[in-house]
């Protein structure tokens, strides 16, 4: 009754932090938990068992009394209430102080106010996508600098952590403690501005940060040798990665650190997350049994006691070489709950173990129960204390070690699909068997890869020597999630679903694990899941009629989603077809573009189609060229729209394209002004031209007067008298306020990409900015 008791008190702290995410979430857990109560409270006078029926009396008076009393109800949902309060007492907030107060509100291209910040480094440098380093800064003091000459006033005392890029160069060699002073340009990171897309300032936020420091030049002012864990793990990576090069000994490094620990390379980080193989880059659970195991063999001849400190000496120690990453904290605190089992002689519950270390760990940084890793982690470890045996047992007909094979990726799979699905809406079609076959030699790499670590720390050598016997098992396994990659349909773009859908499917999945009934109707759980899941997506795809402008910088990019006919209007400059366009679309649940027009605003080849392309096929792709010269595309494009069955074409200014219900055309050679007549509405997209040249045009060639109108900043205010459009759309905010104030007493509707993000219409709506709806939401929430 105790551990019942307990296990009802953690699950009311658990489900008040994600309580917050309802409005009044404290006080609605607080009635669900007193409703509970009242409902229970015929507990202390269970009914009697009658004579007539007295095994039936009997069992429910057995069942009744199985319940906790309900004041311990009544204990969950203070707890659960206290949770919504504790969390938003520890949510990070910028202090008077801290370095982010600092940061100029006018920082704008080429006028950026350069500063000095000085502080210690808090993490080791990491490449970025971009081929910058990067690492954490703990500010202490900031200067602004004057004409490039130097400070130029007294130094400010400050606070706070930043997010420091920096040249490769000057990054290399940085490691923690050491003292350095980074001129560069302070910057508030932004938040998501288009569906899909990578929330920096929320990442940052859940960091402790507010700041970014985008660096250029650096100093190192105390360069003391203090000896510290990022020694070891240097030691061990350079050991590794000398007898097995790269990727192949980062890889290895990383299945026995944790790829948080080491800098493993983008290609092979995104190689293996496509495959859904991310969690074999994650120390946790494997790693910490793995540890155990062999302490524990070798000193099975010493007493318990030993044992004990010997293993958790040693969890330890692979805590710290890891780093404190949530996966590992539970792995860790349920390694150390298995010991104090093994020197208590008592069996530990598992389950009662995963809850107390998500307990402890939510104690400790409750913003972790909104961390996605955090969530996959402990989601994967019920699925396999409550799934496996159920799994296991269904396919007794196969030899265990088989079984095994399939139950435990089958498990994990089964309770991680749908946060998945919530969050990134792509599901990886051949996880499953990747995973049963790679599991060999995942085992294999990870034993190896953690006596080589050992080996390590003695003598370089050695350890490298031993590395050497796993180059073999490590290139299999890169060209295993290569081959499978790289087959038709690896990934099912399905579209993120809903919290409802998901909740929906979660319900499901415990009812077939808690109830009779639902287990020996299993296939028809799944049916219903299925269902929830592809019905409501199939429906969208196949109704749904939208225009979104996304917020992509200085050129228009348009996505038309047109009952299940996908067409995109240009791509934007190199990054956006990867972080914008692709993300975008995945969570629409779009496996393919039927049309693709690339007009070429920008009158250069720097745009990100082949990211598009390598990530979703194009059926048909229209090039228009504004000099009669590069009419031709790069053939590298062109052989990747036809890899895909594709049709590529050259389309001459003047010439229409038209794709399903939307017309589009490039009015004249080197004039970039793309019309487009979408159902009933009129759009002119208008670049980087003067509008005498746009008047000119409009009265000579006749130019329809648009309803939707795009166009650069400085143009917009002349563009909106000239036409008169019901809604304009313009990149930025850079603006005279002046001109704000009149464009505001304008009947046009008038919107900043840059400021309300991508922009939306539907044929039945009005137009809807992407940032406004988020802050709507997050206002209800």
Known sequence: MLQTSGVIICLGYIFGLLFTAVPWGGAWILIVAILGAVFLRKRTTPPQPQESNGNKGKATANIWQSFPHPRVWLIAGLVGLLATVYLQWRSPQPSIKDISQFVPADNVANQEQLVIVRGQVESSPRLTRSQRGQFWLAATQLDEVKNGNGPASVPKGVTGKLYVTLPLLQATGLHPGEEIAVTGILYKPKAASNPGAFDFQKYLKQEGSFAGLIGRQINIVNDDDKWGWWQIRERILKSQVQSLGIPAGPLVSAMVLGSKAVDLPYDIRDLFVKAGMAHALAASGFQTSLILGVILQLTKRTNKATQF????????????????????????????????????????????????????????????????????????????????????????????????????????????????????????????????????????????????????????????????????????????????????????????????????????????????????????????????????????????????????????????????????????????????????????GVNKIEWAIASDFDNNDNNAWLEVIQSLPIKNFYKYSLKPETNLASQEIQQEVQKHQGIYQTVIPGQQVVTGLTVAQLIKEQLPVLYLQIQNQTWLLVGDVEPQEIERLAKGEGLPRPQVLWCSPESLKDLIKLFQPKVAIATSTNLDPKIITELKQNPTQVFFTGRDGAIQWTPNGQFESFIQETENKSSVL
């Open 309 to 588: 400190i010997c293993g958790f000496l040693g969890l330890i120690i692979f805590l710290s070489l890891s780093g404190f990453q949530p996966a590992v904290l539970r792995a860790v605190i349920m390694g150390s709950a298995a010991l104090v089992g093994l020197l208590l002689d008592r069996k530990v519950k598992q389950f009662g173990s995963l809850l107390l270390a998500a307990t402890l760990l939510l104690l400790f940084n409750p913003l972790w129960i909104w961390d996605l890793g955090f969530q996959l982690s402990f989601l994967a470890t019920l699925g396999l204390i409550v799934t496996v045996p159920a799994i296991t047992e269904k396919l007794n007909w196969l030899p265990p070690a088989i079984a095994s094979l399939i139950a435990v990726p089958l498990a994990a799979t089964i309770w991680t699909l749908p946060i998945q699905l919530s969050v990134f809406g792509v599901v990886p079609a051949y996880s499953l068997l990747l995973n049963m076959i790679t599991t060999p030699f995942i085992s294999v790499i990870s034993i190896g890869g953690i006596i080589s670590a050992i080996a390590a720390l003695a003598s370089s050598r050695v350890g490298s020597a031993i590395a050497s016997i796993l180059n073999y098992p490590s290139d299999w396994l890169i060209q295993l999630v290569e081959f499978f990659s790289s087959l038709p349909g690896n990934s099912l773009v399905v579209g993120s679903i809903s919290t409802w859908q998901m909740l929906a499917v979660y319900a499901l999945i415990l009812l077939t694990c808690l109830v009779k009934w639902w287990q020996k109707r299993w296939w028809f759980a799944g049916l219903m899941i299925f269902g929830l899941v592809l019905v409501p997506a199939w429906h969208s795809a196949n109704t749904l009629f939208r225009v979104t402008v996304l917020e992509a910088g200085a050129e228009p990019v348009v996505v038309i989603q047109d009952k299940g006919n996908i067409t995109l209007i240009n791509s934007g400059e190199e990054g956006t077809g990867r972080y914008t366009i692709v993300p975008f679309l995945q969570q629409q």
